[in-house]
């Protein structure tokens, strides 16, 4: 081993070599274990969300295969329709071309050419983030076999009557030229106007006044709704209103959509422009009037002299003729949610078109049941409610987009617009009996890219072909995500799987929570503060850390700010901290709530934690170099050595059952107390003072050094779930010397509790000896005691017990407290003048007279309290000034709050010692 702990060293060499040997395939001889990835963008990059679950499902994966079960990760990528088309539209602009200037086949073979040049990112930092996925069995969602499968139930559902084509209003983007997901579209609150319009009234002259954000969709109303309950205009429902402009005739309607108390109480009914419009044209059988073409564009529907204007131009020209005629009553500041395309970030428009639709509910209906009968269990429990709120309300899905790259729909026309469904136009000729003049055209469109997202975890494994690895690994045990995604993929997931092979895809589905940064907020592109986890792995210097956060940012005016902010967040970049502290530091996040702060100090301290495990196997190395245990010969263990076994064998019991609860969090604590705290601040000193003693026996001393290796091997393979480099670099060191036959440590059978291997007794002795020995130590501290004076220790109020353990440990006792001598408090003895620590009821007694100059250390602590009081003075002076109270974080003026209490706790136990170091004679 080196001697300094260097990832860079040893990370990426350890990979190939696992992925090169085959390490990651199913092998184990128990139950099958499975966990499906999250397919990524192949025009994605790892972001600290996919780092973050991508951890929780390596550690799963790992543990479950040193569980030996039969474990596989399947890898997989997502073609990522509208985003990846984009990509490559962009990538054409700059050459001078234009998709709309090629054929079909011609672009899709250039996006082809992309993704196998520039795709796949995503799984190159998967690989540096340790991720032990079957990258044999990488799939891909455009792969043939999965577009077989994506056929086979799109024509299923079709025969079944659940696919159907139908005129629907949807997302539309008008600059991509196609429906879009819920998902897809980003809402955002901006400030606009409230218009309030005049309507006349078709009978008696007067007028009803109608209030609106977008007034240039009057031209698509199709009637007036006020409140059933509103007694303002009881007696007008049922009549009728004109549209200005085109003096068409609409009825006024009553429908409990209307708030009463927004604007005027009556709202225009637009069902060709507006979702919550649409369902009320429906309820009132009310005409879907469409006023924009494809590229929300005023269509030939419209008055002559308005078509051809943008959704902006026809609106100032609406409000025009609105002046004109006298029909505005007013005009407010408002402020609107406006849904934005998030890749081209044009406005949406609500939009009437031809769209291929399933028929949800009948799939819902099982998927509902399956949670409710707890044979799919959500983790944390109250997602389900989020589920069952989505499944209960769920509407009608529109799979179909206007691309051409993605699964293309498996359907023909014939020039009569009769439509044909099947595998490919042959078939179709013959299933339908059509003869070879009849033309067939296929749909242009192809389908949502959650369709065959929808089919992930039985597709990868081979459907519709019975393969053994449906049969093995299908359903699988866990699902990782986010609760974002619940309805979007998670559900469809169980709706699909349920109906294509009448099982549930998985039986659980831990959902993690939301990476935020140090502040709480979101992270992202806009904010200036997103992290790239692979910097935090292998380090970057600021001036490409602020390209990173400003190159390719729409909003321009940002860059200045998030530059700013980059250089004063991180003045010399980013240091290297290593995939294993990285991961602990995710590990240790992965608690039940909904959002995650993101420290760096974090990860500081976890890749201390690094360094304090190779420092450990360093010492155990070195102290171990002539181990050679031979047959028949005696070891003798102390009780330290049995302590320690005993502790190591209730951690190991208490990370199993963390694991099992899915509390990544409590099993990363578990495992950071136990080596931090128990292993190397106690049991390597009580094992360096053991094989330092030339009192101590020889085969206690054999006893020491195999429990040090033995113990170290089983932590190494505890923490090798989440911390897989440094355990494997550490453990390829002290293999030989156990002479184990597996040749890394991802196949070495992972800890179990062994109730014979508790020792109460060992651990109540032990836990004595720390006690001991804290005592000396705080004395040592609160009197500024050098760590290596050898002190007197005066023992008073002892028990048999203490007296017996001090003569038992007593060599022990010396060497790490740094004693010279321990001896009882004689029964005429008065107490001499001392610095006192309490053991239980014995009171440990250091006299202090010959140990320091008391003058000096009287002076250094009267300094000490002048600083201290000077700090108090400052903060107070922070906290009267109400400029700071009132401009300054929460959590900082709290901080300067406990900042004072905690100097004035200080400052009282400085007092406290000078009084103590007063009461000692002088010489």
């Known amino acids: 081993m080196e001697k300094r702990y260097q990832p860079s060293n040893i990370e990426q060499r350890h990979y190939q070599r696992w992925e090169e040997n085959n390490y990651f395939e199913p092998q184990g001889n128990g139950n099958p274990f499975c966990i499906v990835i999250p397919p990524p963008n192949?025009?994605?990059t790892l972001h600290m969300g996919h780092a973050f679950q991508d951890t929780?499902?390596?550690?799963?994966?790992?543990?479950?295969?040193?569980?030996?079960?039969?474990?596989?990760?399947?890898?997989?990528?997502d073609h990522a329709g509208i985003a990846t088309q984009m990509v490559v539209e962009r990538l054409l602009n700059s050459e001078g071309l234009s998709r709309l200037d090629m054929e079909r086949d011609e672009f899709i073979e250039r996006v082809w050419e992309w993704k196998n040049q520039s795709g796949g990112t995503i799984a190159k930092q998967l690989r540096r983030m340790g991720a032990s996925l079957d990258w044999k069995r990488d799939c891909f969602t455009m792969d043939p076999k999965l577009n077989d499968a994506v056929t086979e139930v799109f024509i299923s559902l079709y025969e079944e009557g659940l696919i159907y084509r139908g005129k629907r209003l949807v997302n539309w983007d008008p600059i991509l030229h196609t429906a879009l997901s819920d998902l897809e579209v980003l809402v955002t609150e901006e400030a606009g106007h409230l218009w309030h319009l005049r309507y006349p009234l078709a009978?008696?002259?007067?007028?009803?006044?109608?209030?609106?954000?977008?007034?240039?969709?009057?031209?698509?109303?199709s009637a007036i709704a006020v409140h059933p309950n509103d007694e303002r205009y009881q007696k007008l429902i049922g009549e009728h209103a004109v549209v200005p402009i085109i003096n068409r005739k609409i009825p006024i309607i009553a429908d409990e959509y209307v708030d009463p108390e927004f604007g005027s109480g009556c709202v225009k009914i637009t069902p060709a422009h507006d979702f919550n419009d649409y369902e009320v044209g429906v309820r009132h059988n009310l005409p879907l009037i469409n006023i924009f073409n494809d590229n929300a564009e005023l269509n030939e529907t419209t008055p002559k002299e308005l078509q051809?204007?943008?959704?902006?131009?026809a609106r100032e020209a609406i409000i025009e003729k609105f002046k004109v005629l006298n029909l505005i009553d007013e005009i407010k500041e408002h402020h609107s949610n406006i849904p934005r395309g998030d890749r081209s970030e044009s406005i949406i428009e609500p939009y009437l078109t031809d769209q291929w639709y399933v028929n949800i509910k009948p799939l819902a209906e099982p998927a509902?049941?399956?949670?409710?009968?707890?044979?799919i269990r959500f983790i944390p429990e109250d997602w389900s409610k989020t589920y069952f709120e989505w499944m209960e309300n769920i509407q009608d899905w529109c799979i179909s987009r206007q691309l051409w790259w993605g699964h293309r729909i498996p359907a023909w026309y014939d020039e009569e617009k009769n439509i044909f469904v099947g595998r490919n136009e042959s078939e179709i000729r013959k299933?339908?009996?059509?003869?070879?003049?009849?033309?067939?055209?296929?749909?242009?469109?192809?389908?949502?890219?959650?369709?065959?997202?929808?089919?992930?975890?039985?597709?990868?494994?081979?459907?519709?072909?019975k393969t053994e690895s449906l049969e093995t690994f299908y359903p699988g045990q866990v699902l990782v995500t986010g609760f974002d995604i619940i309805f979007f993929w998670v559900a469809r997931m169980i709706m699909m799987g349920i109906k294509f092979t009448g099982k549930v895809p998985f039986h659980e589905v831990y959902i993690h929570g939301l990476i935020r940064d140090q502040n709480g907020q979101k992270m992202s592109k806009s904010k200036g503060n997103v992290l790239d986890p692979i910097d935090l792995i292998d380090g970057t210097n600021l001036e490409d850390l602020i390209k990173k956060r400003t190159v390719g940012l729409m909003q321009d005016h940002m860059k200045p700010e998030i530059k700013k902010n980059t250089i004063k967040q991180f003045p010399n970049g980013i240091e290297s901290y290593g995939a294993d502290a990285l991961r602990f530091t995710f590990a240790s996040l992965a608690t039940t709530g909904r959002d995650i702060r993101f420290d760096l100090g974090r990860i500081e301290g976890y890749k201390n934690f690094c360094n304090k495990i190779w420092n450990a196997a360093h010492f155990v190395l070195l102290n171990t170099?002539?181990?050679?245990?031979?047959?028949?010969?005696?070891?003798?263990?102390s009780v330290a050595d049995k302590w320690i076994i005993s502790s190591l064998n209730k951690a190991t019991k208490s990370i199993h059952e963390h694991f099992s609860n899915y509390r990544f969090d409590l099993a990363a604590q578990c495992l950071h107390e136990f080596i931090w705290h128990e292993y190397c601040d106690w049991y390597l000193e009580l094992a360096k003072a053991t094989l330092q003693s030339d009192a101590t026996d020889n085969k206690i001393k054999l006893g020491a050094k195999y429990t040090l290796i033995k113990s170290l091997e089983s932590i190494l393979r505890l923490l090798h779930p989440i911390m897989p480099f440094i355990t494997e670099e550490i453990w390829l060191n002290l293999r030989s010397k156990l002479a184990l036959k597996e040749e890394t440590i991802m196949l070495r059978p992972y800890p179990e509790y062994c109730p014979t291997k508790d020792d109460f007794e060992a651990e109540k002795e032990i836990t004595w000896i720390k006690q001991f020995i804290a005592g000396i130590r705080q004395i040592r501290g609160e009197m500024n005691i050098s760590p290596g004076k050898k002190l007197p220790v005066i023992l008073q109020n002892t028990s048999n017990s203490d007296q017996k353990l001090a003569n038992e440990h007593l060599d022990l006792l010396k060497r790490i407290g740094r004693i010279d001598n321990i001896r009882p408090l004689e029964l005429k003895e008065n107490e001499p003048i001392s610095s006192t620590a309490m053991h239980g009821k014995m009171k440990l007694l250091i006299p202090l007279a010959d140990l320091i100059d008391i003058d000096d250390e009287i002076a250094r602590l009267t300094k000490q309290i002048t600083h201290t009081h000077n700090e108090v003075t400052k903060s107070t002076a922070k906290l009267d000034n109400k400029n700071f109270i009132n401009n300054a974080p929460s959590e900082i003026v709290s901080k300067e709050y406990q900042r004072i209490d905690e100097n004035k706790l200080l400052i009282k136990d400085l007092e406290n010692q000078i009084d103590k170091l007063q009461k000692i004679p002088n010489k």
């Open 42 to 44: 192949i025009t994605g």
């Open 56 to 77: 929780i499902m390596d550690t799963l994966t790992r543990y479950h295969r040193m569980m030996g079960d039969n474990t596989l990760w399947q890898p997989g990528m």
């Open 203 to 221: 009978n008696d002259g007067g007028y009803l006044i109608v209030a609106t954000t977008r007034p240039e969709t009057c031209l698509g109303d």
């Open 308 to 313: 051809g204007l943008s959704r902006e131009k």
């Open 368 to 375: 509902i049941k399956a949670v409710k009968e707890k044979e």
């Open 431 to 465: 299933k339908y009996k059509l003869n070879e003049n009849t033309k067939l055209t296929q749909d242009n469109d192809v389908l949502d890219t959650w369709f065959s997202s929808a089919l992930w975890p039985f597709s990868t494994q081979g459907w519709p072909n």
């Open 625 to 637: 170099n002539d181990l050679e245990i031979k047959e028949q010969e005696v070891i003798q263990y």
